[in-house]
């Protein structure tokens, strides 16, 4: 879905003389996770689209009309167990405020700006789907705030997966004016300049946590005028947890890529055998993600469709053996939830729905996310498949039988421990990866005196989802140094031109050499970082 990105060739910002980033048109039909991230990394700018906004003028015109002259849940009603009692026209103007006030508590650590960046950006899409009833104005305030880089304070805690309406609460509160914001430098870099996390925003922040103070704050959109029929139609939203799902796909998806290439390292380092990535295997066997992760690997190391059976032993470990068959699934999964992730970014699915055709108010539940929960917990456990199988590469590794090297690829003096640790790090960082993959689709909740008596938990499994990326690099991590170890012992040296033997030259380059004992604490650091490097090696690739 990349095609949404626009480049502006040649232009360039007037004061540090970085291109000008392209821009994302937000349509609320077409957005796909990589425009997300790109808007969350200040990768690109957002540009509302023209038959867009014309739908939300006639949906918040519409909504106004049937709020003023019928009962419709959230505008003339109450919310929750409260959906029956109804607002007087007197109370009207104040019932939005209240409402969010009293929904914006959002409990715990204040999420990153990266993490509220995507939340923005979802939502500002979703609205522009046309079936929320908001006032027009709200989408061009979003905007502005992704664009300047400022943004509001959100804590971690207050869903359940019926919608992020305490995080959304505290948007809607900052907007009127009722709330903090961050502020943070604008400092936009082209697309694609950027890791995990490289933002390009210098978030400080902008001055006492207190309502009120929004001159302090610069790059703060102006005060909206939120009222009752703004503030439900705001909040009706996952927004929060489909950024977050989308910021953790990106990243982890290259990263099972890399994986492919450190595993593609450890194979030359055990001599290990060619046929497991045969063509006339996987043509046997007809799933195409697999056949596609076997393919991905003849390309990586140069290997031929049909290799020659080894010389020596048969069958190597399932680290090497099995790759095809836990990599394929993995990426299938991360296919799934893109899937169900560009559904949701541009659905509008807001209760009620509000339907400028038929001047209807349609009350559902279409906020209901089992099916992300259910994508992102399928996702996480795939994750967790293909860093197991990292681990026991590593084990091999360290093995004589396999390596014809010293124990631990040790060092000549006696009793050297090597790399040891190596696999206590790997299966402690692996331990949280597997307690990150319990189902969240399990939870369970009974809220608002019985009448939402069911929760999908979506949010807990995006934040989940989010948390094993840190995990998930350090294991490959330890695989990697372990790898390039052994390679430098045996003297082994891919050919350049191959995508394995520039993965090769690229960690020696940054990778201590010294094979003594030492702490490898550093090493691990380094190595988890090279990861998003390698993943360009892997993209890189014809398969």
Request: glycine share 10%.
């Amino acid at each position: 879905m990349s095609s949404r990105i626009v480049d502006i060739p040649g232009a360039a910002d007037s004061d540090s003389g970085a291109l000008t980033p392209g821009l994302v048109v937000l349509d609320g039909y077409g957005t796909g996770v990589a425009d997300i991230v790109r808007l969350a990394d200040g990768a690109a700018r957002p540009v509302p689209g023209t038959e867009a906004m014309k739908r939300v003028e006639e949906s918040w015109d519409a909504a106004r009309r049937m709020a003023a002259t019928g009962r419709v849940y959230g505008r003339s009603t109450g919310v929750g167990a409260n959906r029956n009692e109804d607002v007087p026209t007197e109370a009207a103007a104040d019932h939005g405020l209240r409402l969010l006030r009293s929904h914006a508590g959002a409990i715990g650590a204040e999420l990153p700006a990266r993490q509220v960046r995507a939340m923005l950006a979802v939502r500002a899409n979703q609205l522009l789907a046309g079936g929320a009833g908001l006032r027009p104005t709200i989408v061009t305030a979003l905007c502005e705030a992704l664009e300047t880089g400022a943004y509001p304070v959100v804590n971690e805690f207050g869903s359940v997966g019926t919608g992020d309406i305490a995080a959304l609460a505290q948007v809607g509160l900052a907007l009127a004016g009722e709330h903090p914001w961050r502020e943070a430098e604008a400092r936009w870099h082209a697309p694609g300049a950027g890791g995990p996390g490289a933002d390009g925003l210098g978030a400080r922040e902008s001055g006492p946590d207190r309502q009120g103070a929004r001159e302090q704050e610069a790059g703060a959109p102006e005060a909206q005028a939120l009222d009752n029929n703004d503030a439900l139609a705001l909040i009706s939203s996952n927004a929060l947890t489909l950024g977050q799902a989308a910021l953790a796909l990106h990243e982890l998806r290259g990263l099972i890529g890399a994986t492919q290439v450190v595993a593609a390292l450890s194979l030359l380092a055990v001599d290990g055998s060619h046929e497991a990535y045969a063509a006339p295997v996987h043509a046997a066997r007809r799933h195409p993600a697999t056949a596609e992760v076997a393919c991905r690997m003849r390309e990586l190391i140069g290997a031929a469709d049909r290799p020659t059976p080894p010389l020596g032993r048969l069958q190597d470990p399932y680290g090497f053996r099995c790759l095809p068959q836990i990599h394929g699934p993995a990426l299938d999964a991360a296919d799934a939830l893109e899937e169900v992730l560009t559904v949701e970014i541009n659905a509008a699915a807001e209760n009620p729905l509000i339907s400028a055709e038929d001047m209807a108010a349609y009350h559902h539940g279409g906020f209901y996310q089992a099916g992300l929960a259910l994508a992102l917990d399928h996702f996480r456990l795939s994750l967790t498949q293909v860093a197991r199988l990292s681990t026991s590469r590593l084990s091999t590794l360290n093995e004589p039988a396999y390596t014809r090297l010293r124990p631990f690829l040790a060092d000549h003096e006696p009793a050297s421990s090597g790399v040891m640790i190596l696999e206590y790090a790997a299966g402690a960082a692996l331990g949280d990866l597997r307690a990150f993959s319990a189902p969240a689709s399990l939870g369970h909740a009974v809220l608002s005196r019985g009448v939402e008596e069911q929760a999908s938990f979506a949010s807990l499994a995006a934040r989940q989802t989010l948390r094993a990326c840190d995990a998930y690099r350090l294991v490959v991590g330890c695989e990697l140094v372990a790898a390039v170890r052994a390679l430098r012992q045996r003297e082994l040296r891919p050919d350049p031109e191959l995508p394995v033997g520039r993965a090769l030259e690229l960690a020696e380059s940054v990778l201590d050499a010294d094979q003594t004992d030492r702490p490898l604490t550093d090493d691990v650091t380094t190595a988890a970082e090279l990861l998003d490097r390698f993943t360009d090696i892997w993209r890189g690739s014809t398969a």
